[in-house]
C-alpha cells in the first residue's frame, strides 16, 4: 500500500506508531509523550496523530491510519482551520521535557482517571435503578453497602457534575482551561 502512495515503508510504519501512540493516550489518558516512548514514535507525530484523532474529520482519520495521506500533510490542513483558541490550548499541552514532579503528577492522574472512567463506565452500564433495588435488597451485605456509601457517592457524583458545568462554561477554579484537552 505505502509504495501506491509513494510513501517508504519506515515512513508509513512510523506514522502507525504515532496514531497507536496517539489512540493510546486517549483511551488510557496517558501523557502523549510517554505514549510516544512507549511504543518508539516520535513524540512530534503522535503530538500531529493526536491533533487528527481529536479534530480530523471521520476522512481524516481514514486516510491517516490508511496512509493515504501523511501525517503532517493531515495535521496542517486540520490546524489551519482551528479556531485561535483552540490553537492557543494546543500551544499549552505540549512541551519540553518532563520533571519528576511532572511525571509523578501526570502518573496520579492516570490513576485517578482510571478510577474514575471505570466508575462512569459501570453505572452507565446498569440497568434502570427500579430493576436493581430487588437485586440490593435480596443481600443484606449489599444494603448495607448502598447505605455506607450512597450518600457520599450520589453528592459527589452531583458536585462533580456542577463542577464540570462550571468548567464547560468557564466559571469554575478548579484549574485548567475549561475544555477538555
Avoid at 47 to 63: K, P, V, Y
Avoid at 116 to 125: G, I
Avoid at 149 to 160: C, G, H, M, P
Amino acid at each position: 500500500m505505502y509504495q501506491k502512495i509513494g510513501k517508504s515503508k519506515a515512513h508509513y510504519e512510523a506514522s502507525m506508531k504515532a496514531l497507536a501512540a496517539a489512540e493510546l493516550s486517549f483511551k488510557t489518558g496517558m501523557h502523549a509523550t510517554a505514549a510516544a516512548k512507549s511504543l518508539g514514535a516520535s513524540r512530534s507525530a503522535v503530538t500531529l496523530a493526536r491533533l487528527i484523532i481529536e479534530f480530523g474529520s471521520d476522512q481524516d482519520r481514514e486516510d491517516a491510519h490508511s496512509g493515504t495521506i501523511g501525517l503532517r500533510t493531515l495535521g496542517d490542513k486540520i490546524r489551519k482551520h482551528l479556531p485561535l483558541e483552540v490553537k492557543k490550548e494546543l500551544k499549552n499541552r505540549t512541551g519540553g521535557s518532563l520533571s519528576e514532579g511532572h511525571l509523578h503528577n501526570l502518573k496520579t492522574e492516570k490513576n485517578l482517571w482510571h478510577k474514575m472512567r471505570a466508575v462512569l463506565e459501570n453505572l452507565s452500564e446498569l440497568p434502570h435503578p427500579k430493576e436493581m433495588i430487588p437485586v440490593v435488597r435480596r443481600n443484606n451485605m449489599r444494603a448495607r453497602a448502598v447505605r455506607i456509601y450512597l450518600d457520599n457517592a450520589t453528592k459527589w457524583i452531583e458536585d462533580f457534575n456542577n463542577e464540570w458545568k462550571r468548567s464547560e462554561e468557564g466559571t469554575s477554579n478548579a484549574g485548567g482551561s475549561g475544555k477538555a484537552a
